[in-house]
């Protein structure tokens, strides 16, 4: 139970994309097709973030919907064995990761609290008390399970990076495989 909280919470999806173009130009071709701020992107959705050769961090926006538990891909290339590789992870973003973390041990704290009060109390008014937090803490886990649930963007955004880094035609006939995104 511990182990699927911890990953619901902190886990990530580690991916490596294998790039048809060299170094320069995968950098150039990612770089081209994003967005480097949100401002820009208010009649359409579009991977918006920042792209270097060290540090590729990128996020799906759509206008008018905001989702704080959707996933952002972090990563880096890197050239192996001559070919250039993108590899990174999707995850929650860090102001998400610790705010829940603080709400979590808020919650596990005033449960605690609220269940030595009960049990020292014997009193049946405060019997029911540590069911507050302990649903405060229920409601948060579905929050964040719902909220992963309901983002699509890590399939979103590797169709954008692999369109990006391929060199078959962007038409819209042209299909993607599903090998290009190789799990890490």
């Known amino acids: 139970m511990i182990g699927w ?3 619901l919470l902190y886990g990530a999806y580690r991916v490596e994309f294998e790039s048809d173009f060299d170094l320069p130009e995968s950098v ?3 770089s081209a097709a ?3 701020t949100i401002f820009l992107t208010w009649t359409h959705q579009a991977a918006v973030g920042k792209v270097s050769e060290s540090r590729v961090s990128l996020q799906r926006v759509i206008p008018f919907f905001g989702n ?4 952002f891909f972090c990563g880096e290339f890197h050239v192996r064995d001559g070919r250039t590789i993108l590899s990174g992870r999707f995850t929650l973003h860090w102001f998400t990761k610790a705010f829940l973390s603080v709400w979590f041990g808020f919650c596990l704290l005033f449960c605690l609290f609220t269940a030595a009060t009960a049990f020292l109390h014997s009193d049946q008014d405060v019997v029911w008390l540590p ?3 302990f649903g405060m803490l229920l ?3 579905w929050l964040l399970w719902f909220g992963k649930w309901l983002s699509n963007d890590i399939a979103w955004l590797s169709e954008r990076i692999e369109k990006a880094l391929s060199d078959r035609p962007q038409g819209g006939d042209a299909p993607l495989s599903s090998d290009r995104a190789i799990p890490a």
């Open 139 to 141: 409601w948060g886990i």
């Open 34 to 36: 994003t967005s480097r």
């Open 28 to 30: 150039r071709r990612l």
């Open 131 to 133: 069911l507050v937090p």
């Open 68 to 71: 704080s538990m959707k996933p």
């Open 5 to 7: 909280f911890y990953d």
